[in-house]
């Protein structure tokens, strides 16, 4: 018995009726004509017509098909010179991102193997009664920017994230970028930590989930010290770098200030 869908035993019992039909006219053609000589002459020509019609038929399906293949490979070449040029241009774009970006870590860079010669604050967070000074004025420019994140940190009672200050100092870089610089942000809060007392500096999380600190104690004065050096090394760097440093010096503040209602910005 026959199995599958209702549709294909319809079309099997179709092909089996037209297999019959076919079949009981070739026996009866047999019967009535066989022994014409002018039938066989007819069947025989009728079959050479009809090798010639499909032959024909043959040759302008091949032609057919020959024409909607070219025309799908110039459909597709197109689409693959449009996707090109749009690739081009992302690949442009991203590249005049990334050389912006890199000229600013160069710029900053440059800033840190050689320090701007500015003036001393007149204000100096010392610890351990005394024994150790901290001068901020020759430490790098990154560093003091940690130093700054740091003290802003203290103030505000405020997590220290790596990830969002490198962020800060570099929005729109890659992530791997910005992680490239969390052993350099570590090792200057743990420069700075030696002028503090001891476990003022905790580490919150563990540095696969990304370096996190809080700092529970600071000296009194620090903060308006790291603001003003800070501040000197900006005055001090490059005008086409003055910018970039205010700017990352706002955005500092905007992450760790608290936020005010509009009635006291109103006020203030």
Not at 206 to 235: C, H, Q, T
Request: charged share 25%; hydrophobic share 40%.
């Amino acid at each position: 018995m026959w199995t599958g869908t209702v549709t294909e035993v319809v079309k099997r019992h179709i092909w089996c009726i037209i297999i019959g039909l076919v079949a009981i006219s070739v026996g009866i053609l047999t019967i009535r004509f066989g022994s014409s000589d002018e039938a066989v002459n007819l069947l025989s020509f009728a079959g050479v017509v009809a090798s010639i019609i499909l032959a024909l038929v043959a040759i302008l399906y091949g032609a057919l098909s020959a024409w909607r293949s070219e025309l799908s490979v110039g459909e597709m070449r197109r689409l693959i010179s449009r996707g090109q040029r749009q690739l081009d241009k992302r690949v442009g774009k991203v590249e005049s991102a990334a050389g912006e970006i890199f000229g600013r870590l160069e710029g900053f860079m440059a800033m840190d193997a050689t320090p701007a010669p500015v003036a001393e604050s007149k204000e100096k967070a010392k610890a351990f009664k005394d024994k150790f000074e901290l001068h901020l004025n020759t430490a790098p420019l990154h560093s003091v920017i940690i130093f700054y994140s740091m003290a802003m940190a203290h103030k505000h009672k405020r997590p220290l994230v790596l990830r969002d200050i490198s962020g800060l100092l570099y929005p729109g870089a890659p992530e791997d970028i910005q992680e490239g610089w969390y052993g350099y942000y570590m090792g200057s809060i743990d420069n700075f930590s030696c002028f503090l007392e001891p476990n003022s500096c905790k580490r919150l999380k563990p540095i696969n989930e990304g370096p996190v600190y809080e700092f529970v104690k600071m000296p009194s004065g620090l903060l308006a010290y790291a603001r003003d050096s800070f501040e000197n090394r900006i005055n001090g760097s490059k005008p086409t770098l003055r910018d970039d440093l205010w700017g990352i010096k706002y955005r500092i503040d905007k992450q760790f200030e608290p936020e005010q209602s509009p009635e006291a910005e109103a006020q203030s």
